[in-house]
Protein backbone atom coordinates (compact mmCIF):
# COMPACT_ATOMS: atom_id res chain seq x y z
CA UNK A 1 0.00 0.00 0.00
CA UNK A 2 1.32 3.56 -1.29
CA UNK A 3 1.84 6.15 1.46
CA UNK A 4 -1.39 8.59 1.73
CA UNK A 5 -0.77 12.08 3.19
CA UNK A 6 -3.82 13.17 5.76
CA UNK A 7 -4.16 16.70 6.38
CA UNK A 8 -7.47 17.39 7.65
CA UNK A 9 -9.49 20.75 6.55
CA UNK A 10 -9.25 21.99 10.04
CA UNK A 11 -5.58 21.42 9.73
CA UNK A 12 -4.92 23.06 6.24
CA UNK A 13 -3.63 26.17 7.71
CA UNK A 14 0.23 27.05 7.09
CA UNK A 15 2.18 26.73 10.80
CA UNK A 16 4.12 29.78 11.78
CA UNK A 17 7.08 29.25 9.97
CA UNK A 18 6.38 26.85 7.73
CA UNK A 19 7.36 23.65 8.31
CA UNK A 20 7.97 20.48 6.04
CA UNK A 21 5.81 17.99 7.43
CA UNK A 22 2.38 16.27 6.81
CA UNK A 23 0.31 16.28 9.81
CA UNK A 24 0.19 12.73 9.28
CA UNK A 25 0.48 9.43 7.07
CA UNK A 26 -1.04 6.44 6.34
CA UNK A 27 0.37 2.95 5.02
CA UNK A 28 0.59 -0.57 5.90
CA UNK A 29 -1.89 -0.53 8.15
CA UNK A 30 -0.99 2.27 10.68
CA UNK A 31 -1.60 5.95 10.36
CA UNK A 32 1.32 8.05 12.22
CA UNK A 33 0.62 11.09 13.09
CA UNK A 34 3.04 14.05 13.47
CA UNK A 35 3.47 15.81 16.51
CA UNK A 36 0.73 17.72 17.10
CA UNK A 37 0.89 20.96 18.89
CA UNK A 38 -2.13 23.56 20.47
CA UNK A 39 -2.86 25.07 16.51
CA UNK A 40 -6.13 25.60 15.71
CA UNK A 41 -7.72 25.88 12.62
CA UNK A 42 -6.62 29.48 11.98
CA UNK A 43 -3.20 28.26 13.11
CA UNK A 44 -3.19 30.00 16.18
CA UNK A 45 -2.16 28.36 19.40
CA UNK A 46 -4.93 28.22 21.81
CA UNK A 47 -4.51 27.73 25.65
CA UNK A 48 -1.47 29.93 26.05
CA UNK A 49 -0.17 29.25 30.01
CA UNK A 50 -2.70 26.74 30.10
CA UNK A 51 -1.62 22.79 29.49
CA UNK A 52 -4.85 21.51 29.86
CA UNK A 53 -6.27 23.88 26.89
CA UNK A 54 -3.40 22.50 24.99
CA UNK A 55 -3.73 19.13 25.52
CA UNK A 56 -7.76 18.90 24.67
CA UNK A 57 -6.60 20.78 21.27
CA UNK A 58 -3.51 18.55 20.74
CA UNK A 59 -5.93 15.78 21.15
CA UNK A 60 -8.68 17.19 19.15
CA UNK A 61 -5.87 17.76 16.35
CA UNK A 62 -4.65 13.71 16.45
CA UNK A 63 -8.43 12.84 16.33
CA UNK A 64 -9.35 14.73 13.60
CA UNK A 65 -6.26 12.97 11.55
CA UNK A 66 -6.98 9.43 12.31
CA UNK A 67 -10.71 10.49 11.17
CA UNK A 68 -9.16 11.63 7.79
CA UNK A 69 -7.07 8.10 7.42
CA UNK A 70 -10.55 5.62 9.24
CA UNK A 71 -9.43 5.46 12.45
CA UNK A 72 -10.59 6.61 16.26
CA UNK A 73 -9.04 7.10 19.29
CA UNK A 74 -9.66 3.70 20.33
CA UNK A 75 -7.32 2.76 17.12
CA UNK A 76 -4.19 4.04 19.05
CA UNK A 77 -1.41 1.50 19.57
CA UNK A 78 0.94 3.91 20.74
CA UNK A 79 1.33 8.17 22.12
CA UNK A 80 4.28 9.80 22.72
CA UNK A 81 4.07 13.13 24.70
CA UNK A 82 6.35 15.57 25.05
CA UNK A 83 5.92 18.23 27.37
CA UNK A 84 8.09 21.66 28.09
CA UNK A 85 7.90 21.16 31.46
CA UNK A 86 7.67 17.73 33.63
CA UNK A 87 6.12 19.36 36.49
CA UNK A 88 2.36 20.14 33.35
CA UNK A 89 2.46 15.78 33.66
CA UNK A 90 -0.93 15.54 36.37
CA UNK A 91 -2.65 18.46 34.43
CA UNK A 92 -2.20 16.50 30.88
CA UNK A 93 -2.79 12.85 32.16
CA UNK A 94 -6.04 14.30 33.16
CA UNK A 95 -6.91 15.50 29.86
CA UNK A 96 -5.14 12.79 28.08
CA UNK A 97 -7.27 9.95 30.66
CA UNK A 98 -10.78 11.62 28.88
CA UNK A 99 -9.18 11.20 25.60
CA UNK A 100 -8.81 7.24 26.11
CA UNK A 101 -10.57 6.10 29.04
CA UNK A 102 -10.95 2.74 27.99
CA UNK A 103 -8.01 0.55 27.06
CA UNK A 104 -5.10 3.48 27.03
CA UNK A 105 -2.72 3.32 24.13
CA UNK A 106 1.16 2.57 25.16
CA UNK A 107 2.57 5.77 26.49
CA UNK A 108 5.63 7.09 26.41
CA UNK A 109 6.38 10.98 28.18
CA UNK A 110 9.43 13.10 28.20
CA UNK A 111 10.25 16.92 28.77
CA UNK A 112 11.48 18.59 26.18
CA UNK A 113 12.25 21.47 24.37
CA UNK A 114 9.08 22.87 22.26
CA UNK A 115 9.14 24.71 18.80
CA UNK A 116 7.79 28.19 20.15
CA UNK A 117 8.44 29.27 23.75
CA UNK A 118 4.30 29.31 24.09
CA UNK A 119 4.30 25.57 23.27
CA UNK A 120 3.35 23.33 26.67
CA UNK A 121 2.85 20.20 25.25
CA UNK A 122 2.79 18.07 21.81
CA UNK A 123 1.98 14.27 21.37
CA UNK A 124 2.14 11.82 18.82
CA UNK A 125 0.07 8.68 18.33
CA UNK A 126 0.28 5.90 15.78
CA UNK A 127 -2.75 3.78 14.96
CA UNK A 128 -4.08 0.81 13.56
CA UNK A 129 -6.18 0.83 10.44
CA UNK A 130 -8.00 -1.26 8.38
Keep these: MPKQVLTPKNLM ?9 SPGT ?9 GQVAWNEK ?3 VGIGDVRAQTRQVLSNIRSILAEG ?8 KCNVYLADIRYFQ ?3 EEFAKAFPNNPPARTTVQAPM ?3 EM ?3 IEAI ?3 E
Design 70 to 77: GATMDDVL
Design 127 to 129: AAV
Design 91 to 93: QMN
Design 13 to 21: FQPRPTYPY
Design 43 to 45: GEL
Design 120 to 122: LVE
Design 26 to 34: KGAGLIYTA
Design 115 to 117: AEP
